[in-house]
């Protein structure tokens, strides 16, 4: 959910996107990209921006706040990622948490 509660960010693996919906459930927005495959975790941060896992193109994208856009591509596999499934962003420790499913560790990304 956005930091202000009216929207609600969902993924869709099979369609390989993300989903915005208003409160009510209405459909603002669909976002894809080549970069995202098996979408899974998602989490908006205090800021607004929506971070959210590709789990099997093993990338955390960052999108705008309202999921229309894509503003970076955090985190590869070459950053030690492998099949990630949430995402958390930690403002105290300035980091991305990212739990995988292959792998027995949690990633702490600064």
Known sequence: MSPSGDKIFVTN??????ITLARDGTVLCTFTD???KLPSGIHATALGKVL??????NT?????GEGKKK??????RSDGLN?????????????IIVGQTSVANI???K
């Open 71 to 76: 503003l970076a591509t955090l985190a590869t």
């Open 34 to 36: 080549p970069d995202l």
């Open 13 to 18: 693996s099979d369609r390989d996107k993300v």
């Open 107 to 109: 990633l702490c990304l």
């Open 52 to 57: 959210v896992c590709g789990g099997s193109s």
């Open 83 to 95: 099949e990630p499934q949430s995402v958390c962003y930690n403002k105290s420790s300035a980091s």
């Open 60 to 64: 955390i994208l960052q999108l705008d």
